[in-house]
């Protein structure tokens, strides 16, 4: 069985459908509070310019957010806006629709704790408080930092 799998692992990267960045473990995604869609106020549509630093990688990305008729979608798109995530939020749940590994190998929860962090401050604990995140303003955006999980991020909303 396990050689089975093997093969087809291997038949399957060199037909170009699967690469090693594939195969490799996604770090996990760095903890923290998310606030549930309902206590998001109205219907919103934004994008911002997102980067961010873990790991001895940087990625720079465009996060275009929508939340309408009770849930988030928040998707990630790279500087040829190609989409290379996208989350889907209802209530407090969270799932993945969508995720380029090999163009964003990092949890994308991260970047929509890094979003909410941002946009909805007032309605999650303090930076500091129940986490090691910091959050401060820099050059007209935001900064963040978790330190447990080696993130560092800036994010500046557009329009």
């Not at 309902?38 to 549509?45: H, I, L, Q, S, Y």
């Not at 407090?92 to 929860?109: G, I, K, Q």
Request: proline share 8%; net charge positive.
């Amino acid at each position: 069985m396990r050689r089975g799998l093997a093969l087809a692992l291997l038949a399957a990267a060199a037909s170009g459908c699967v690469t090693l960045a594939m195969l490799r473990p996604l770090p996990r995604a760095c903890p923290g509070p998310l606030v549930a869609v309902e206590a998001m106020g109205p219907d919103f549509a934004l994008r911002a310019r997102y980067r961010v630093n873990s790991r001895g990688r940087e990625e720079a990305l465009t996060l275009v957010a929508e939340k309408r008729e009770g849930r988030l979608v928040l998707v990630g798109l790279d500087p040829f806006g190609t989409p290379v995530f996208a989350l889907v939020q209802q209530g407090l749940e969270v799932r993945r629709e969508r995720h380029l590994r090999p163009l964003f190998p990092f949890a994308p929860e991260n970047a929509l704790r890094d979003f909410q962090r941002v946009r909805f401050a007032e309605r999650l604990p303090a930076a500091g408080e129940g986490g090691d995140v910091r959050v401060f303003a820099r050059d007209g955006g935001f900064y963040i930092e978790r330190a447990s999980c080696d993130w560092r991020a800036t994010l500046v909303p557009e329009g």
